[in-house]
């Protein structure tokens, strides 16, 4: 089932990512691509690879440096290709292995480099590996490559241990010759079991695969899930969800997770050019997260933290100070995130598009790497109240699990103010987008200076020629009223003012940007952020 290429020996320069920097990782502001959301060339409703190749110019103009792309492998899609069946194979609804091939070149010589999903918690319940211990039955050496255990009770009714999915309901499934497996996501997602040698193996084969191919690291899904407490306890706690991310579990963020990216980290630095390893970790504090960054293990995380924030001057500067402060032994960049395919667009959480433009600005210019979710560029808000017909998110189905609502943030993109899906393709799209997406399309927010679009556009330019925003490790704070934030970079300065009224500032020097027009150079808008030079 696996595609080859003709001889990835063959592969020219431009597969091995352009030309750059030392580092290039440490402030890269970093696009996250949704496939299924993004373009749709072959017309079918769903986007693939041919149209985020076609769309790379878009990225381009933008100003980023790298783009992710969530999972493309072949999967049955239960949880849109976070359940995959073959590591190597392209899901035909996004295309094939050489257009995999095709959009990382076309990337790299664009100057963008490319960062894919790999998946190692889990696999899809459709994976070989996975079908062939099902068939092989209890007692199998096949099924130590997963957590198959009998059950409790007397009869074994009742699952092994009192583990909750993150989806809602049991971590477990009870197969018909009365065993049962882990699944941390949805039933058709196996948890791995990392203690097995041929799952170190296989994952340390697949990094190979896609870094012959030449992509420029990975984005690693549910990083701090791999390695499961020895016995797998209970948990003897009734309302799991909520402690996720707060404490370290037998399930999440155990010590034994980092040596396994110390390994992964040996193979990315076999490979010239700087590729980076990306840690989706929820941990209960950023010494934790920092854990994961430790020179020898992987380079950047998401900071969550920051994502959890509300538009808050006194919180933000907290969570500012504790990301910096936690990183800086490690000597990792910090990242910084608003939204992502997981959680509501940051628009909407926020209350308005005045605050998602400041909090923007704010992002842009703190010192490290940024992620930008797809969209993010156009100030597209949530889309809530999609019909229930037309939702996927597995979480939804899972009743009780999170809020089921993941599918408001994974809507497609608008491209064009007309036609069918607004340029998203000529098929329609998976999910209905809202009529006001016209206006907040790329064509019609292009050339509008004050589109949401040219402010990202402008404010990447101006931290692409700057010395000072991204780089380092450290803000100084200036003083400034209640509700506002500010800070100096070298002969930089910027103030986010949180409040929902003006506020009286000094300008610091000359404007060089502002997320919403300023009528008078020393009062500070209601939610809005400033960059000076001074
Ligand atoms: C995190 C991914 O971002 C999310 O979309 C997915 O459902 C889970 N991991 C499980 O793979």
Partial sequence: MTQHLADPATHDAAAEGPAGRTGWWRDAVIYQVYPRSFADADGDGMGDLEGVR??????????VDAVWLSPFYASPQADAGYDVADYRTIDPMFGTL?????????????GLRVITDVVPNHCSDQHDWFRQALREGPGSPLRARFHFRPGRGTDGELPPNDWESVFGGPAWTR???????????????????????????????????????????????????????????????????????????????????????????????????????????WTPSAERTALYLRPDELHQAFNFHYLGTGWDAGALRAAIDDSLDAMRPVGAPTTWVLSNHDVVRHRTRFGSLARARAAALLMLALPGSVYVYQGEELGLPEVTGLPDEVRQDPAFFRGDGQDGLRDGCRVPIPWTR????????????????????????????????????????????????????????????LAAPEGVLAFRRGGFVCAANTTGAPVRLPAPGTVLLSSAPLTDPDLLPADTTVWWTA
Avoid: C
Wanted: proline share 6%; glycine share 12%.
């Fill in 54 to 63: 076609a769309r790379l110019p878009h990225l381009r103009d933008l100003g």
């Fill in 418 to 477: 007309n036609g069918s899906s607004y340029g998203f393709g000529s098929g329609g799209s998976w999910l209905p987008q809202p009529a006001e997406w016209a206006g907040l399309s790329v064509e019609a927010q292009t050339g509008d200076p004050a589109s949401t679009l040219e402010l990202y556009r402008g404010a990447l330019a101006v931290r692409r020629d700057s010395p000072w925003l991204g780089a380092g490790d450290a803000v100084e704070w």
């Fill in 175 to 281: 197969v018909p010759d009365g065993e049962w497996y882990l699944h941390l996501f949805a039933p058709q997602q196996p948890d791995f079991n990392w203690e097995h040698p041929a799952v170190h193996d296989e994952f340390r084969s697949i990094l190979r695969f896609w870094l012959d191919l030449g992509v420029d690291g990975f984005r690693i899904d549910v990083a701090h899930g791999l390695v499961k407490a020895d016995g797998l306890p209970d948990l003897g706690h009734s309302e799991q969800l909520k402690l996720l991310g707060n404490q370290v579990l037998p399930f999440f963020d155990q010590d034994g997770v980092h040596e396994i990216y110390r390994s992964w980290r040996a193979i990315l630095d076999e490979y010239a050019g700087e590729r980076i390893g990306v840690a989706e970790a």
């Fill in 98 to 110: 050489h257009d995999a091939d095709a959009l990382i070149r076309d990337a790299h010589a664009l």
